[in-house]
């Protein structure tokens, strides 16, 4: 990475929405200081202008995540994989039928240069014939990683999937786990809500730690 030509206004300047600014580009550099500096990229409409986001609450996920002794029981029925199937699970998330879909095309192509430079990352699900049936995909930054979206075709699949992600990001010492937004699933899962400035502060220590490097087990 060179560095971006582009300049962000602090991620505290977000308006009610949670919006810093719109435009720039969405080039490597660009998105890479945006993550560092706790905004992400999100259209505004499809394929439409780009908006810089930094909502306040921030969710994030625990890297001890909880899991039930369900869950623990679906597991055993499927394997995982990383960055085997990086397209397809950017595909399966971005599908137009998903309600409040924002995976568009520029969207796709950014974060598919960034998974070709070792900057973004899938964790897989496969069942027992090994098929694709589940996955979450989102940037790795010095000590943080952003999930972005996750899928899944089979019950549990997805649920499995971050699970899997969790444990990987502990084994790495990861140290921050971004999810951006609440939702009811994410809190099910065990997400809770840090207000901006606290955010903040656990992100300025995650970028700066040493970048860990993601392997397929």
């Known amino acids: 990475m060179t560095g971006s030509s582009w300049v962000f206004p602090p991620a505290d300047s977000a308006d009610e929405h949670g919006i810093v ?3 720039a580009d969405l080039e490597p550099d660009t998105v890479l200081a945006a993550y560092s500096q706790g905004l992400f990229p999100m259209p505004l409409e499809p394929d439409g202008p780009v908006a810089w986001w930094s ?3 921030r969710a994030v996920m625990p890297i001890d995540m909880h899991v039930s002794r369900s869950l623990a029981k679906s597991m055993r029925s499927f394997s995982f994989t990383i960055n085997t199937s990086f397209i397809e699970v950017m595909q399966a998330c971005a599908n137009p039928d998903r309600p409040h879909g924002w ?3 520029q969207i796709m192509n950014a974060y598919t240069r960034l ?3 070792g900057w973004a990352h899938s964790f897989e699900t496969r069942n027992a014939d090994g098929e694709l049936v589940g996955g979450v995909y989102g940037i790795s930054v010095g000590g943080m990683f ?3 979206s996750m ?3 089979e019950t549990d699949a997805s649920k499995a999937a971050l699970v ?3 444990k990987t990001l502990k084994d790495m010492g990861i ?3 971004d999810v951006q937004w609440m939702t009811p699933h994410l809190s099910s899962l065990g997400a809770i809500d840090l207000s901006r400035n606290e955010y903040l502060r656990r992100l300025d220590k995650a970028v700066n730690s040493d970048r860990p490097s993601f392997t397929s087990p």
């Open 151 to 153: 899928f899944h075709t």
């Open 103 to 105: 995976i568009d095309s």
């Open 115 to 117: 998974h070709e430079l």
């Open 175 to 177: 140290e921050l786990f």
């Open 21 to 23: 600014g719109i435009g």
């Open 55 to 57: 909502p306040d609450p």
């Open 146 to 148: 952003a999930g972005e």
């Open 164 to 166: 899997f992600l969790t």
